[in-house]
């Protein structure tokens, strides 16, 4: 009998959820480079989504340390987030698969 390998099971994971958060960089720059309030928050939460704990430390290391709700905040607000939130899905993108194979992965998808 075949021994089944979880480890391959465990990359498999990690790509897809590389690939997640690299459509969620694209996004929050198509909102850089073209912003609409709904976009925008649209493109925050979904970030959020995927590496929330990451983008927590960002915010917490640049003074946002208050939970808002996204229709409080005013839209130069919303836009200096969008960075900020591309920073932590790198962050959480390197974590896992390391600096040079998440820039090979971010460059495929910017094609």
Not at 41 to 54: P, V
Not at 85 to 91: A, F, I, K, T
Request: negative net charge.
């Amino acid at each position: 009998m075949e021994k089944f390998d979880f480890e391959q099971m465990k990359d498999i994971k990690d790509v897809e959820d590389i690939s997640d958060a690299i459509k969620k960089i694209v996004a929050l720059q198509k909102q850089i480079n073209n912003p609409t309030r709904d976009g925008m928050i649209n493109a925050l939460s979904d970030a959020q989504s995927t590496a929330g704990k990451e983008i927590q430390q960002l915010e917490y290391s640049q003074g946002d340390t208050i939970p808002t709700p996204w229709v409080c905040f005013r839209d130069q607000d919303l836009y200096r987030k969008l960075s900020q939130y591309q920073d932590g899905l790198r962050q959480h993108c390197i974590k896992k698969v390391g600096e040079k194979a998440f820039e090979e992965m971010l460059k495929k998808a910017e094609k």
